[in-house]
């Protein structure tokens, strides 16, 4: 049984640019979570997605956006990248209910 | 504020003896609380969960947990240390007024010495 699975492990970009981070969820879920973890600190809750709608933000700007498509996998989009979104991007899949949610090993983003 | 306070930034602990990492939380209502380890450069494993019923949770690698909602803590227990134990540790807390998010704590870096 696969885990949560995500792409690509690491990424480099400049400031300015947009990335496009790619999660599969454990088999059996439908519901994908997103969290930004800084260096040193704990994860952050970006946004939610359940039947391909955002059902839940966190205190993050609009230039994060996200999507799931109907086979359950999700993608978080960040447009005009800051220094400081350099950070471990974690997915989390769960069923629906608050079932315990289950991390992806997570992508390194590295914004020069 | 819905907040969760891991008060050490580090544990350093001998092999054997047995391990405790601390974690208090400040929330409304009922939450469902977790604990998560993560290795360097790698995701969260699920540890453990408390979400009703006996205080004392059983988790995965032996570790277990206690709650207390009187003093509003969910400490992760552990009766002997093993190196390989030696992990960066969260707290998280769930459920509160409905919300799905989780809200982890800083982490906890346990040191496990031979």
């Known amino acids: 049984d696969a885990g949560v699975t995500q792409s690509p492990t690491h990424l480099i970009k400049t400031r300015g640019q947009q990335v496009t981070l790619r999660c599969s969820p454990k088999?059996?879920?439908?519901?994908v979570s997103w969290y930004q973890q800084a260096l040193g600190q704990g994860p952050q809750f970006i946004f939610q997605?359940?039947?391909?709608?955002?059902?839940q933000r966190g205190n993050f700007p609009d230039r994060f956006s996200g999507h799931q498509f109907p086979n359950y996998s999700s993608e978080l989009n960040v447009n005009a990248l800051l220094l400081g979104d350099s950070a471990l991007y974690l997915c989390?899949?769960?069923?629906?209910?608050?079932?315990?949610?289950?991390f992806g090993p997570g992508t390194r983003l590295t914004v020069l | 504020a819905q907040s969760v306070a891991q008060p050490e930034d580090q544990v350093n602990v001998a092999e054997g003896n047995p391990l405790t990492v601390k974690c208090t939380y400040s929330?409304?209502?009922?939450?469902?609380l977790f604990w998560y380890v993560q290795y360097p450069n790698r995701g969260l494993q699920f540890l453990l969960k408390?979400?009703?019923?006996?205080?004392l949770v059983k988790g995965s690698y032996g570790f277990e947990a206690e709650f207390n909602k009187s003093q509003t803590s969910f400490h992760l227990k552990k009766p002997s240390a093993l190196v390989s134990d030696s992990a960066l540790y969260f707290c998280?807390?769930?459920?509160?007024?409905?919300?799905?998010?989780?809200?982890f704590g800083t982490g906890t870096r346990l040191k496990v010495l031979a």
């Open positions: 408390y979400i009703t019923g006996d205080n």
């Open positions: 998280a807390v769930s459920g509160i007024s409905g919300t799905y998010k989780y809200i």
């Open positions: 989390a899949s769960s069923r629906l209910g608050g079932g315990t949610q289950y």
């Open positions: 088999s059996g879920h439908d519901t």
């Open positions: 929330v409304s209502g009922n939450p469902y």
């Open positions: 997605y359940y039947e391909e709608e955002e059902r």
